[in-house]
């Protein structure tokens, strides 16, 4: 079992930074590849990135590309979504999930279901 704890959210302000962590433990996590989504009230599930924990690759959304960073810190077994210029409608409860399957195919990383793992969710509110 591996167990996913958020932290970080908050209220900020447009065009501000807001940085989330996401604590796994349970498992070695060197081989598990750890996806952050988010969901807005009344909306589904949204893909925002992956990243590898093996060799730190990641693959974003185009809706966060450049503005949206994901890294991990191997030694804490922490992963972080940096958001920079956040926007109004990033307003949303943010999650990382794990799982272990590996797939050349990044759609696979994009889709909920994918992951066998759940963070509790961490809120995000951006003010105009």
């Known amino acids: 079992q591996v167990q996913l704890v958020e932290s970080g959210g908050g209220l900020v302000q447009a065009g501000g930074s807001l940085r989330l962590s996401c604590a796994a433990s349970?498992?070695?996590?060197?081989?598990?590849?750890m996806g952050w989504f988010r969901q807005a009230p009344g909306k589904e599930r949204e893909f925002v990135g992956v990243?590898?924990?093996?060799?730190?690759?990641?693959y974003y959304a185009d809706s966060v590309k450049g503005r949206f960073t994901i890294s991990r810190d191997n030694a804490k077994n922490t992963g972080y979504l940096q958001m920079n210029t956040l926007k109004r409608e990033d307003t949303a409860v943010y999650y990382c999930a794990a799982t272990v399957k590996r797939t050349d195919g990044r759609y696979y990383y994009t889709r909920p279901v994918s992951y066998n793992y759940w963070g509790q969710g961490t809120e995000v509110t951006v003010s105009s």
């Open positions: 990243i590898s924990w093996s060799d730190g690759n990641t």
């Open positions: 349970g498992r070695t996590f060197s081989n598990y590849f």
